[in-house]
Structures are given as C-alpha cells and as structure tokens.
C-alpha cells in the first residue's frame, strides 16, 4: 500500500474532532436543567460524601430518624417519597452498618420504630459538618441571594408537586 492511500486510510478512521452540540431548545426546559442540576450535584454529593460511604437517599433517611426519633417505616417513607419495596433493603443497609434499628411498637407488631445507633448519631453530626462545606460551595456559586432565591423556588415546585 502506497503512503499516500495510507495516510488517506489513516484520515479517514481517525476520531473526529470534537464538535460543539448544540441543545437547542434544551436549554430552555425547566425540567431538563432540574436534572442536569441534579445531577451535578449528586456527584459533588457522592464526592464529598465518600468518606462516609453515603449515598443521598440514605443521609435523608438518617437525618428524618435523627429528628423524629422512633419514627415509623411507613412515615418515613411518606416523607421522603420512598416506595416500601425500596425502603426495606435501604433500611436493610443502614441496620446491617450499625447506623439505625428496628424497635417493635407496642400494641402493632406490623409497625417498626426507627431510631440511630450512638454510630449513627455520629454518623449524621459529621454528615452535618459535610454537608455545610458542600452547602457553602453551593452557595459560593450561586451567592447568597441567588441560593435563596433558588431554594424558594425549588420549594415551590416541591408543594406543587
């Protein structure tokens, strides 16, 4: 083979260069940009919170135990939009880790009470302090106006929904 056809080949099969997408109308959606937003901010989650082995739904279900202490299953999962299917092997996870655990409620022996382990009362005293440096990096994005304001709206969209 020539060098010429092979430097033709070569071009040919060569990666193309990176071309600029365009989102078109993307961009405009409230939805897509909610997901994007996300997203990145359950990275920045995952990221910050790798030292604790905590995914987000797991510090929500630690932070509603720790503020409502003997709460039941079922409440939680009302709470926090949490399908019982689902709730189980989360709760599972949290038990076998020592973090929370199952009190049975008198006179309902359907019904669990939940409650943190003194590890998962330390647990969620440094998923705190975690979560204010992930906060404050939030924040220093979007200042602190913009975070309110953010916050507000985003609520809103929580009421109505």
């Known amino acids: 083979m020539s060098k010429l056809r092979r430097k033709e080949l070569d071009a040919a099969t060569e990666a193309p260069a990176h071309k600029q997408v365009s989102f078109g109308a993307l961009t405009g959606y409230l939805g ?5 937003a996300h997203m990145v901010a359950v ?12 995914r987000p ?12 202490p003997g709460v039941r299953q079922t409440e939680v999962c009302e709470a926090l939009g ?6 189980v092997p ?6 076998r880790r020592g973090l929370a655990l199952r009190k049975s409620v008198a ?21 705190h302090a975690i979560h204010d440096t ?13 975070r309110d304001q953010l916050l507000a709206l985003l609520n809103k969209v929580i009421a109505s929904g």
Not at 82 to 87: S, V
Not at 134 to 146: K, T, V
């Open 82 to 87: 949490i399908q019982k299917a689902n709730f």
């Open 107 to 127: 006179g309902d022996r359907r019904s669990s009470a939940l409650h943190l382990t003194s590890l998962g009362n330390v647990t969620v005293q440094r998923a």
């Open 43 to 54: 990275a920045e989650f995952l990221q910050a919170f790798q030292e604790l082995d905590l």
């Open 90 to 95: 989360l709760l599972n996870e949290l038990e």
């Open 134 to 146: 992930l906060e404050e990096r939030f924040s220093a994005r979007l200042g602190r106006r913009g």
């Open 57 to 68: 739904t797991q510090l929500a279900v630690l932070m509603i135990i720790n503020e409502n």
């Open 32 to 36: 897509y940009a909610l997901r994007r």
